[in-house]
């Protein structure tokens, strides 16, 4: 097994938080849709929202750093499976026998959700992550095979459709489906792909890569106050008022990379603090699954009555502590998942499905 390293483990967890601020600011109501006037305190939200914006993102590129060097492991494809199936029905069904959420209100469409939660897209950032894997070996084949400049013309190839047009005209584009769909995600595995083997010269150090996150994030807000002002004005291009707001917009992805870059460029530490990153990191992914479950993802922030802040302060104080919270219990709710889950494969070491899995993994490979 290789040794995890610090600085992408504290990566990882990171982006969970980013995820959880997103859906904080979404969910909790605390953002005031673009259409409106916005106050400076609205406009403060929405920097926020700016700047966790690169979550998803981040995640794609971690995998595909990883990945692109990686042979195919088709038991922990499974292992995601069951960990994604664990959170969609195990979850509810215990919640419901708590008397936490009421199942006898859940329609037959909903139970098709719980039980088929990637062909529901239940998760949909699981059902386009489990798709990736699948296709990962072929995308490794043909990363192996090429130079540099090929490789760096596949993405700018891959991603010109997607970013380059919807960024620069403002047109909605039929096919554009802002980051959500498996193209997006093979562009920034290719991206990844590419920094993994070759670096990038414009964020080779910590104080440029920042720098490029900190332009990515005030450039995706401007360009979200800059629309806001033009529709107040004109009534027109309501449909593009957030538009720099989508995961393959020119300024979100010049973030998303240069905040990889940033931990990228760090050094992997052996303190106590290092290693309590590496512990934690591996249950991140049940933070997702646990705070976005259909019948949580709504029910959390009025739990922990997120509201519409007062003051900045109070934005700041409240974000922190109740982002906090949310990761605390996912993390110690994954924690008591892998133990289950470590019990589980050690009665199936006595079985013939690791000789099986081996076998795949030998063909794939």
């Not at 492991?73 to 960990?83: M, S, T």
């Not at 037959?108 to 062909?119: A, E, G, M, T």
């Amino acid at each position: 097994m290789k040794k995890r390293q610090s600085n992408f483990e504290a990566l990882r967890l990171t982006a969970m938080a980013l995820v959880v601020t997103l859906h904080y600011l979404s969910k909790g109501n605390v953002l005031l849709p673009l259409v409106y006037e916005q106050g400076w305190l609205n406009w403060a939200a929405w920097l926020l929202e700016a700047a966790a914006f690169v979550a998803v993102n981040v995640y794609v590129l971690l995998t595909g750093y990883f990945m692109c060097q990686s042979k195919f492991r088709l038991g922990r494809l499974l292992q995601i499976v069951l960990e994604v199936w664990f959170y969609s029905l195990v979850i509810p069904l215990l919640l419901g026998a708590f008397g936490v959420v009421d199942l006898g209100a859940l329609t037959i469409y909903d139970w098709l959700i719980l039980i088929f939660p990637l062909s529901m897209q239940h998760y949909w950032f699981l059902s386009v992550y489990v798709l990736l894997v699948l296709i990962s070996p072929l995308l490794n084949r043909a990363i192996a095979a090429m130079n540099q400049k090929q490789l760096a013309g596949a993405a700018i190839l891959v991603g010109l459709p997607q970013v380059v047009l919807k960024s620069v005209l403002p047109l909605t584009f039929t096919m554009d489906d802002e980051g959500w769909g498996i193209l997006w995600f093979v562009e920034l595995y290719l991206i990844a792909a590419y920094i993994r083997k070759y670096g990038l010269r414009l964020f080779s150090t910590k104080r440029r890569a920042a720098l490029g996150y900190l332009a990515g994030v005030l450039l995706t807000w401007g360009g979200g106050l800059v629309m806001n002002r033009i529709y107040l004005a004109t009534g027109r291009f309501s449909d593009k008022v957030g538009f720099t707001y989508s995961y393959n917009h020119i300024f979100v992805l010049l973030a998303s990379v240069a905040f990889f870059c940033v931990f990228a460029n760090m050094k992997s530490g052996e303190g106590v603090l290092s290693r309590l990153i590496v512990r934690l990191a591996p249950y991140s992914l049940g933070v997702y699954l646990l705070h976005e479950n259909m019948l949580l993802r709504y029910e959390w922030p009025v739990w922990l009555s997120v509201s519409v802040p007062g003051s900045l302060l109070q934005l700041i104080l409240e974000w922190v502590v109740k982002v906090a919270i949310v990761m605390a219990v996912g993390l110690c709710v994954d924690f008591l998942r892998s133990l289950l889950f470590k019990a589980g494969g050690r009665l199936l070491q006595h079985t013939p499905v690791p000789g099986l899995l081996q076998k795949a993994d030998e063909v794939m490979n």
